[in-house]
């Protein structure tokens, strides 16, 4: 005694679900293009002040290489030269 509608059942989830077209639906670059095309011209305060904080890196950046590149390079003793260069204690002291 096979139940028919369970086979049926089984068999449909053999097949899954069909895959969705990868594909963009006809006329959708148009419609962006016309979408970017008619995007108003003038720059909002947020545009204006993402311009300038990137101008700001910029200068910082540059304001940073240069003063990295013309510090003079002081050799400083490590802390291991510094142990060793402690003046002997003279006996007559004590």
Known sequence: MKDERFDILLELAKRGRP???AEAP???ASRVAARWAEAPKQASL???WERLCWYGAG???AALVFCASFTPSA???N???MLLSVPEIS???F
Do not use: H, I, K, M
């Open 19 to 21: 895959e969705p077209s």
């Open 26 to 28: 006809y006329g959708f």
């Open 46 to 48: 947020a545009d204006l």
């Open 59 to 61: 200068v910082s950046l």
């Open 75 to 77: 050799s400083q003793p």
């Open 79 to 81: 802390a291991f030269e």
């Open 91 to 93: 006996r007559d002291t």
